[in-house]
């Protein structure tokens, strides 16, 4: 699979396969619009199920591996032509590596790479390539919202007002961003986007995130905070922008609520599973901490009779941040670049196993 070989030459046939978040159309209308002969044809399945369905399977991947979710017929009968495939959701299991025996690459429209069988992969010499920072712009946009919702009590007043009434007194300190202090764990592309648009609001950004070097938070105007109790004792208001990884898996608990001012906010617009949860809503009823903005949560959707429904010092939203019109052109975008790039030079630099296949 080195660059130059007479089969990195011939024309790549493509299998996208859409979805209900990105369909199958926004693929190939952008592999159109690059339009480099040696990408076709193009072939499009759509994966059967509702929006809801198919965000429960995705959940269910992140938590068990794609083997977790059964592979649709019609996803089965069309990959064996397919030397790259093109997916969002749907699973690429070893059950699918093996009925592709041309399979060169798989390009998935998002950072995470939890529906995708990655070592069975990288065992058949098949890259796997992700898009990430796809999203990062609408997922910031949406964490200042809930910030602002829960810091300035707007979702309580609007129910209270189609309620019939007129609320205008309200548990929460009803604080201003400007002159306060946000905290930011994590300060990937998620991370950067969001320094980048609250600037404006004049308030002091502290991250912690190891792995990002000085320069990075001086360039974002972002404080380095040593330690991540530091960005909760801190901060005003506390975002979660960390990966999910065996690492940070539950790393945010009790401990930490316990160091935030009872002022402070927390909002999490990343994985839920980042948090013990139990934790957030005990401090949530004590009022250990004055609120709450929940993009990500444990159980999607929530029960019914799930206590979370019944919190009034919370803003929920149903996992959607990323989900916008312009986050799905632009991830269809990058996967077609990815194709186009492996087209042209027989590799792709963002496989998130280029250095398992030689290619760096």
């Known amino acids: 699979m080195s660059g130059g070989s007479t089969r990195e030459m011939t024309a790549l046939r493509v299998v996208v396969v859409g979805d209900r978040f990105i369909p199958a159309g926004y693929y190939v209308d952008a592999l159109a619009e690059l339009g480099n002969p040696r990408v076709g044809p193009v ?50 299991s070893r059950e699918v590596l093996r009925a ?15 529906n995708v069988d990655v070592v069975a992969a990288t065992a058949r010499g098949v890259a796997v390539v992700p898009v990430p920072g796809r999203n990062a712009t609408a997922v910031a946009e949406l964490a200042i919202g809930l910030m602002l919702a829960e810091a300035r009590d707007i979702t309580r007043a609007d129910a209270s007002v189609k309620a019939g009434g007129w609320r205008k007194d309200f548990a929460g300190p009803g604080r201003e961003i400007g002159g306060s202090t946000v905290g930011l764990i994590g300060l990937g592309h998620v991370g950067r986007a969001f ?20 320069d990075v938070h001086a360039h974002h105007g972002v404080v380095r905070a040593g330690e991540l109790d530091t960005v909760f004792r801190e901060s005003d208001v506390v975002q979660l922008f960390a990966r999910l990884t065996p690492e940070t898996e539950r790393f945010v ?50 029960a019914a009779d799930s206590p979370w429904r019944s919190l009034e010092n919370v803003t929920i939203t149903t996992h959607y941040a990323g989900d916008t019109t312009t986050t799905t052109l632009r991830s269809a975008r990058l996967v077609a670049e990815a194709v186009t790039e492996l087209a042209a030079t027989g590799r792709c630099a963002a496989a998130a196993n280029a250095r398992e296949l030689g290619w760096v």
């Open 195 to 214: 320094a980048e648009r609250i600037r404006g609001f004049g308030a002091r950004l502290l991250a912690y995130d190891p792995y990002v070097p000085d």
């Open 100 to 114: 592709a025996p041309r399979l060169r690459a798989v390009c998935v429209a998002r950072a995470g790479l939890e």
């Open 43 to 92: 072939r499009s399945v759509h994966w059967p199920g509702t929006k809801a369905e198919q965000h429960a399977a995705q959940q269910t991947m992140e938590r068990r591996g794609p083997e977790a979710v059964p592979v649709p017929g019609e996803i089965m009968d069309v990959v064996g032509e397919a030397e790259v495939l093109a997916v969002h959701f749907a699973p690429v």
């Open 253 to 302: 608990g009790a401990r930490h609520f316990a160091l935030m001012k009872p002022t402070a906010y927390f909002v999490n617009t990343a994985r839920s599973r980042l948090v013990d949860t139990e934790a957030l809503y005990t401090a949530l009823v004590n009022r250990r901490i004055a609120g709450a903005g929940l993009d990500v949560h444990d159980q999607e959707p929530l």
